[in-house]
């Protein structure tokens, strides 16, 4: 089962340009994370923020969570053409050994 | 960081017969592994919970006979697809976490299986 949407499904933007994904969830949860994934490949971990975060930061990587809203955001500044990827946001609920479920997702397609 | 891999990466059978994906945590022992789907152009959809020693518990819609899961070590978790059919053709991926840690989880790089 898939925990939440992300939004916009698809975007598309020029190099230099910052891009913004939203991720909303249904359930309490312990973290929020997000993931890359190339075209065909496996996941690469981005950024994982704790429930108790509002803020997390790296590199030209920035994430909020407002858990009151039950959303995050996924910011990357400065976007490359080695952006270009699908981006998915997972969360883990409060109970060890559970699985982390993912939302659907947001392909991003950055051009030079 | 912890490494988890898959194997084999890629694999193509003809329909009927029975595909076997091993997931391994190469450095760490992981009580836990998940193993998920992914078919084209959508997200991750789990597929079943494994624990080390005991049966795999499986998402709802995921028929058990047919994706057999077995988690003999803390090390390696294994699904087979029994009489694949070209319907089951997907991107499989597994993940371990470690003991008593569910804040991270390790990713496989993936099964690409094609079922002709």
């Known amino acids: 089962s898939q925990q939440g949407e992300e939004d916009p499904q698809a975007l598309s933007i020029q190099e230099g340009e910052n891009a913004t994904m939203n991720c909303s969830y249904k359930t309490s949860i312990n973290n929020l994370q997000w993931y890359r994934q190339n075209s065909g490949r496996g996941l690469v971990h981005l950024i994982l923020?704790?429930?108790?975060?509002r803020e997390k930061h790296s590199g030209r990587l920035r994430v909020t969570l407002d858990t009151s809203k039950k959303s995050s955001s996924l910011l990357i500044t400065a976007s490359r053409a080695a952006d270009t990827a699908s981006y998915f946001c997972?969360?883990?609920?409060?109970?060890?050994?559970?699985?982390?479920?993912f939302g659907k997702g947001t392909t991003l397609s950055v051009s030079s | 960081g912890a490494v988890v891999s898959q194997h084999p990466s890629w694999v193509i059978c003809k329909s009927g017969t029975s595909v076997k994906i091993e997931c391994r945590s190469l450095d760490f022992q992981a009580t836990t592994m998940f193993w998920y789907r992914q078919f084209p152009k959508q997200s991750l959809m789990l597929m079943a919970t494994s624990n080390e020693g005991s049966k795999a518990t499986y998402e709802q819609g995921v028929e058990k006979d047919k994706f057999l899961i077995n988690h003999a070590s803390l090390t390696l978790s294994t699904l087979t697809v029994t009489s694949a059919h070209p319907e089951d053709s997907s991107f499989y991926i597994c993940?371990?976490?470690?003991?008593?840690?569910?804040?991270?989880?390790?990713f496989g790089p993936g099964t690409r299986l094609t079922v002709l």
């Open positions: 997972a969360t883990a609920r409060n109970q060890a050994g559970t699985a982390l479920i």
């Open positions: 993940s371990a976490s470690f003991p008593g840690d569910y804040n991270e989880q390790f």
């Open positions: 923020i704790r429930s108790n975060e």
